[in-house]
């Protein structure tokens, strides 16, 4: 699978990347100074819930723009396992991607 090329690092305006990631599943798990983005996903055959992180940064010097961080998958459940299943993986990674073309057409 293509891994995302302009994901990570990226500076966007802020209200462009808020409608993008809340079109395609996401919410703002953050506060207006520290805004923060999630994507839930359950695994039926483990019972687990796994979170795709997104932290962004605000930036003082181009009001309006954030600077995208690096995304990390979180495993919610209390016994947690150490490995994130394949097909977890694969669908956030897909999900990175697609969010990675929309990127792609805005810079």
């Known amino acids: 699978m293509r891994k995302s090329k302009v994901f990570s690092?990226?500076?966007?305006?802020?209200?462009?990347?808020?409608?993008?990631?809340?079109?395609n599943g996401f919410r703002n798990t953050g506060t207006e100074d520290y805004p923060h983005y999630e994507l839930t996903i359950h695994d039926a055959s483990s019972h687990s819930t796994y979170q795709l992180n997104i932290p962004v940064t605000l930036l003082k010097h181009q009001r309006g723009y954030v600077k995208i961080g690096r995304s990390n998958i979180i495993n919610n459940q209390e016994k947690q396992e150490k490995r994130v299943p394949r097909s977890i993986e694969w669908a956030l990674q897909s999900k990175l991607v697609e969010i990675s073309d929309y990127l792609e057409e805005y810079v």
């Open 9 to 23: 690092s990226c500076v966007i305006r802020r209200d462009y990347l808020d409608e993008l990631l809340k079109t």
